[in-house]
């Protein structure tokens, strides 16, 4: 059972990931990055190629913006990955300064609406099911506008995209505590996020970001209660030490990540029918693009694998006992399992490298590109 699990796992790699990002003071430039959605495609279909369990890719529009979306996502099927979530974007254009669905200008709101519903033209053209909504909305002083009026401006924006959605699509609704909006965020924690989706329905969900909470915040609380309450859309995985870093998953706190996934499969999370959307959410600012989705999945795979390690019978008959340091020990006894030679296993029985890190660094795959990849504009942050 656990294999065929580990087997199944389904991780979405997102396309702005492969492209030039940095800190907020630079972008690095590396070589070899893409030059467009395409090359994004074949460089996500490589992560897939050497794990077996990333076979979606997340797009983010206007980022990868195309001529033909149906050209894209069929270049996708013959690279052997589909295309994932459409991420909207209403947070880099000059006119959003003061919000976007929430700005006190109806012109920049109606704009944003266009941008939102034209995203789900897309995800029309392409075959996706899911819309990516995260706003950059909010004040940054005192009195800079009406806290409730931006509630119901935003209200109205949601109902708009939410008529909008197609058969078997629906939208995931993105929060984040602070940054770019230092007072008031529009949509700063998961109770706003959820009430905006309560009310509107069972194809409106929330989308936990690892990263866009405060300091020592029970994020698998939040996990187990959106799962409970069928709102668990899905997740944007990343790690951070202090605030929203983007670093590789798993790299700060591989224990948090460990009993969010045992949360996860306690709530059924991990089945096909829950679908929960499994996203990484990463700017690698040194470390190579590829093989840092590689191993940010591979990091996914085995605090998976521990979580599924968890004997649950003698959770429960300690827990039912009270006893308090025997089910603790039940869980750490898992968590403190070597998983590697099982993910191994089961990369085997795949018929894939028990070792993708060596295996894509034996490739030659970024050798080539580096070499193909001269001219043009590379992708990067806003591009």
Known sequence: MIKDLLRRQHIETPSWAFGNSGTRFKVFAQPGVPR?????????????????????????????????????????????????AINSNVFQDDAYMLGSVTNPD?????????????????????????LKLWFSDGTNYPGQDDIRARQDR?????????????????????????????YVSDVPDWGTAYAHCLRLGERAQVVVDTGHHAPGTNIEFIVAFLLREGKLGGFDFNSRFYADDD????????????????????????????????MLDQCHNIEPKIAGQIRSVMNVQEATAKALLVDRGALSVAQAAGDVLGANAVVMDAYNTDVRPLLGQVRAEMGLDPDPMAAYARSGYFERVRDERVGGAPAGWGA
């Not at 109606?110 to 099911?129: K, P, W, Y």
């Not at 924006?157 to 230092?182: S, T």
């Open 247 to 278: 670093l590789m998953v798993g790299a700060a706190d591989p224990f948090q990540l460990f009993r969010i996934m045992f949360e996860v499969i306690g709530g059924g999370g991990v089945e096909a029918e829950a679908g929960g959307a499994f």
């Open 106 to 130: 109806p012109r920049v709101r109606a704009r944003a609406i266009d941008h939102l519903l034209e995203c789900v033209d897309i995800m029309d053209a392409t075959g996706s099911s899911t």
């Open 36 to 84: 467009d959605p395409f090359e994004k495609l074949a460089d996500a279909a490589q992560v897939h190629r050497f794990t077996g369990v990333a076979p979606t890719v997340a797009l983010h529009i206007p980022w990868d913006r195309v001529a033909d979306y149906g050209a894209l996502a069929a270049r996708a099927a013959e690279l052997g990955v589909g295309i994932g």
């Open 154 to 182: 935003l209200a109205v924006a949601l109902e708009r995209v939410y008529a909008r959605l197609g058969e078997g699509q629906r939208f995931l609704l993105e929060y984040k505590l602070f940054e770019p909006a230092f």
